[in-house]
Each structure stands twice: as C-alpha cells, then as structure tokens.
C-alpha cells in the first residue's frame, strides 16, 4: 500500500485555484460526487483571495467544505499547505509562471500532486529539479491530468493490457484516432500555448526540448524511432480515412513515451506511438485534411511572431472564461486507439474506443482531474513517488474511477 496513503493528515485533497473557471467546475463536480465532508472524502479548497473563496463556496452550495488561505509566490506558506493534506489538485496555469514553487513544496513534503499542465517545457524543468527528490519522499507528481493526456496515456495502458490478455503480446504500435469531440477552447490552455511561445522567444534553445519527440523520457533511455507529429495528411489504411492533426499531439505523445520508459518498457524498445484527427474519406476527405493541415502551419506561424501572438491573444479565450453549463454538458469526445503487435504467429491487432460525455476541455477536464486527486489520496496505489504520468501512477484504479463516476469509457470494439 502506498505510504503516504497511511500518512494522517487533515484532508484528502485541496483545490488550489478553486476560484478559477475550471476550478469552480472541479468544486461542483466534488461536491456532487463526494458531498461536503464524508468518509469518502475530506476535502478542501485553497486560494489567496478569501472573499473569492467564499464566493464559490456560497455558489456551489458546499458551505461545509473549508477555504485556506496561501499566497503562491510564499514557499513557507505553500509548505504549511501542502502538509496538511494527502493531495493537492492545482488548476492554476499557465503552470511555467504559477506553478514551480507548489511543485516544490509537494516533492519536498511527500505531498501528491495532480494539475492540467501541456507544457512540455515546464514539465521537463520539473522532472530535472524535482524527480530524485520526490522519489526520495514517495510523493507522485502527476502532470496532464486532463483531456490532456489522461485519454491518451490510459487509452494505451488500457488497449496494451487488452492485447497481451487477447494475444499474449504487447502492441508495437499504437495509432490514437480523435473521431469527434465538441466543446469550448479552454482559456487556460491558449494562455499556457501563448506563454510557452513567449518563453520561446526569450530563450530559443527550449526549442530542442519542444522538438524532441521524447523530450520527456528519463535522460539516457533507450529511444524509439518516433518523430515529431507531422502536419501533412495521411491516410489511415485501417481505419480508411484522411488524417490531419490534433493539436494536443505534441503533449499526448511525448506522455505515452514516458510512461513506456517509466514502466521498464514492456512494448519494446522499437515501441511506436502517434496522434491524428480522423477527417474523412475520399477526396473530399484528403481537402479537408489538407486544409487542417495548412491551418495548422499558419496558426504556428502566426503564434510564433511576437506582434500577431499578441494580436492572438486579443481574440483567443482567455483564462477565466469558458463556454456556458448547457454547451459543457452538450459537449462530448470520441477517441479509437488502433494497436499492432509483432509480426509472428501470434500477432494481430486491436482497436479500442475511449469516450467522454462532457466537453473535452472543461467538464470532461475538471471530471478527470478530480478523480485523479480522489485515486492518488484514496486508493492502494503502488509503486514509488516521482515525477510520473497518469498511467504509471495510478493506472487501472483510475480507469475504473472514470467509468464508475466520470462519465468516460474504455472498451475493446475489435
């Protein structure tokens, strides 16, 4: 059983960033999962701002649930916070300007940790300044807690575990698939892309760090032959339709890989992994894929050149806003996930399907994030600490918390 499991302390889980747009939703969604204070769970939301606190907790209705104040630039008043809690669930980003010191604070105590991070840039700061430690002290630092990454990564764990029941083998290569999805864009994540580009500006050499397809793998391990995500559309023999690209591949992928090098790698060292967008087919299937595809370069383009990134953030959401109730819960996604194994006599092939009822960048988001701080303070969890994914620390217990209480399923369809 995980030690810090055993550990006493005052609370399950704190919600830092509670009066957040995607913080308010994670508070809602605890509320009607877990209830105020119950033996499930002992819960509670911090934040600088008391009145904005009170705010949320008079909002949600969940008046016995207890607001706790800190400043997040303080690292004394982080350390006083984060001891008296199993888990601190973070959704404050963009987390490269807002985030370090929280992690700090959590890989010194023992504290687990769970946030909605993409950035690539930052996550790899954290894992060199972080990991050792928190290997030392048990605590589980896990980043991308939301529609990026946990369907990808558990997708994988998921559909590998399918195959090697099925056919005793791993998969060599796994292909995710997004079918649909529909939603609002989320205000956080544009802010973290937009800040990631200004970082990039002020210090080019992270650009080797967010070109490197394994840029989050443990330093010195044995790499693939993956690349970086192409734009161009390809055509999925498989599944018979034009691909363009999905816009959080760059964090989805280089998440997956690292869970393959955490667990020791059991796919093989020639493991391949990649993400696309189904589009369509034919030749009206391969347009729409080309013109997803020259979208995609101009939006870097643009997003990469200081005076347009800044004309951009005029008109791109912006934290703090987010579609209504009515579009969240309107929203949904749908994900295949196709795998391969060896060529030989037992190879084969399976293609399994990860679903959400909610929009992926909000409610399916603040469903998944709370569930996972629910896993890592509740359930036996094993293995040690470190700066680690979803599928390695928590893995089975959190799919099976996210098809019984978030709405999200993960099935075998071939």
Not at 23 to 36: D, S, W
Not at 154 to 168: D, P, S, T
Not at 196 to 222: F, I
Not at 337 to 364: A, E, M
Request: hydrophobic share 40%; glycine share 12%.
């Amino acid at each position: 059983m995980d030690d810090q499991n055993a550990n006493p302390t005052e609370f399950d889980v704190i919600v830092w960033g509670a009066t957040g747009f995607t913080g308010k939703i994670v508070v809602e969604y605890l509320h009607q999962t877990y209830g105020n204070q119950t033996d499930q769970l002992t819960w509670a939301i911090a934040g600088r701002d008391a009145d904005k606190l009170k705010a949320v907790i008079d909002e949600v209705g969940c008046d016995k649930v207890p607001c706790l104040l800190a400043d997040g630039s303080d690292r004394a008043a982080l350390d006083a916070l984060v001891a008296k809690t199993r888990v601190v669930l973070s959704t404050v980003g963009p987390y490269a300007l807002y985030g370090s010191l929280l992690v700090a604070a959590c890989a010194a105590s023992g504290t687990h940790y769970c946030d909605l991070t993409g950035e690539v840039q930052w996550m790899r700061l954290m894992i060199d300044a972080h990991h050792d430690e928190a290997v030392r002290t048990g605590a589980k630092i896990v980043h991308t807690c939301g529609f990026d990454s946990i369907p990808s990564d558990l997708g994988v764990h998921f559909l590998q575990g399918a195959i090697q029941e099925r056919l005793g083998q791993p998969a060599e290569q796994v292909k995710y698939r997004l079918v649909s999805a529909a939603g609002g864009v989320s205000g956080g994540t544009v802010a973290s892309m937009l800040n990631m580009m200004d970082e990039v500006a002020e210090n080019p050499q992270l650009l080797t760090v967010l070109a490197d397809p394994y840029a989050l793998n443990p330093l010195n391990t044995v790499t693939g032959q993956d690349e970086n995500e192409a734009a161009a559309p390809l055509y999925d023999e498989v599944l018979g339709q034009w691909v363009g690209p999905f816009v959080m591949a760059g964090i989805n992928t280089r998440v997956v890989r690292r869970s393959h090098a955490l667990l020791g790698m059991p796919y093989g060292p020639g493991f391949a992994y990649e993400e696309g967008t189904l589009i369509g087919a034919g030749p009206t299937g391969f347009l729409k894929a080309l013109m997803a595809s020259i979208g995609t370069w101009v939006g870097m383009l643009l997003s990469a050149m200081g005076p347009t990134r800044r004309l951009l953030a005029r008109f791109l959401p912006k934290p703090g806003e987010g579609p209504d109730r009515a579009k969240r819960e309107a929203g949904f996604f749908e994900i295949i996930l196709h795998g391969t194994t060896p060529k030989g006599p037992n190879s084969g092939q399976i293609q399994v399907r990860v679903t959400g009822d909610r929009d992926p960048g909000y409610g399916g988001t603040a469903k998944m994030i709370a569930e996972a701080a629910v896993c890592l303070a509740r359930d036996p969890l094993d293995g040690p600490g470190g700066i680690l994914t979803p599928a390695v620390a928590m893995g089975p217990e959190l799919i099976t918390r996210l098809i019984k209480n978030a709405g999200l399923t993960f099935e075998v369809i071939d």
